[in-house]
């Protein structure tokens, strides 16, 4: 298998602050991988280095095989969107249309002009006027039409409705399956987008919690809820990572798979076992409550 993104033990630190703590991480060519954790995780950190804007305190780095600090010839295969760009002030959508192809050697004009369509991008209205949606719209356009071998979305539905959402997913399904390239995509919006991944990585404070195919990642944990003493029972022996209890009544997540014995134990004591979403897991991995020591779960691909 081939990979763009290839991380090896990197560490980041901003002073006495690490954004980064150790973290493996492999991403296959031609695929789209979900960046999900809390603010403040570490995923903005990983873009920017895989971007070459930033570059690690420690370990390795490549994309396509090659280091990208300073390294013009692997940035020019990379796009990086993110959720704060900026433009100059008098700029236009006339003149992100004029500019963009020179710096995207894959840019589709064609691809470009479906997307100001079916956005609605304004067309004269100063890009310093436009709306949070809009900006999110251009950013998305300058994503996919660059058509670049990596394709970095930092947040990008910012402002988007919920059609210009769907707009959004439908156009980056069809023009990837038409031409195969590598997205990582980091959102909050996971109930939405989980449809789009083939890999996940959930982060939390600086560290890989989950690095699983999105078909394994629901293997990652369960859930059971039930009397408050019959659950603690089922939970006994495995990290709970997120606990929420009314009355006598408690639902936890727990990291795992529940073997055969807890699922006879949880039919007798009537405890519902269940799997959960990949929004409750996310949540499970960033809540502050966790008492469960960081450590990364992998199924299917390199942690």
Known sequence: MSYAIDILNVTRAFGSRTALDDITLRVAEHSICGLLGRNGAGKTTIM???????????GRVEVFGR???????????????????RYPDRYCLEHVLRIAPVFAANWSEDLA?????????????????????????????????????????????LGLDVTARAFF?????RDYSA????????????EESEALFDQVV??????????????????????ARGNSDAVDHIARGYPVLQTHAIGA??????????????????????VSVGTPSLQELVAAYGAD???????????????
């Open 48 to 58: 920017s280095i895989l971007a070459g804007q930033d570059r690690p305190t420690s």
């Open 67 to 85: 280091r990208p600090f300073e390294n013009d010839a692997v940035l020019a295969k990379v796009s990086f969107i993110r959720d704060n760009q």
């Open 113 to 157: 002009e479906e997307l100001v369509d079916g956005f609605r991008i304004p067309a004269k209205t100063p890009i310093k006027r436009f709306s949070r949606g809009q900006l999110s719209s251009v950013a998305i356009l300058l994503g996919l039409a660059s058509r670049a071998p990596l394709t970095l979305f930092d947040e990008p539905y």
């Open 169 to 173: 997913h439908d156009a980056l399904l």
């Open 179 to 190: 031409h195969p390239r590598t997205f990582v995509l980091s959102t909050h919006l996971i």
């Open 202 to 223: 959930i982060l939390d404070a600086g560290r890989i919690r989950v690095n699983a195919s999105i078909d394994d990642s629901h293997e990652c944990a369960f859930t």
């Open 249 to 270: 009544l408690k639902s936890v997540v727990i990291e795992g798979a529940p073997d055969d014995e807890v699922l006879a134990q949880a039919h007798q004591l009537g």
């Open 289 to 303: 409550t966790s008492p469960v020591t960081p450590r990364a779960i992998s199924k299917g691909t390199r942690a």
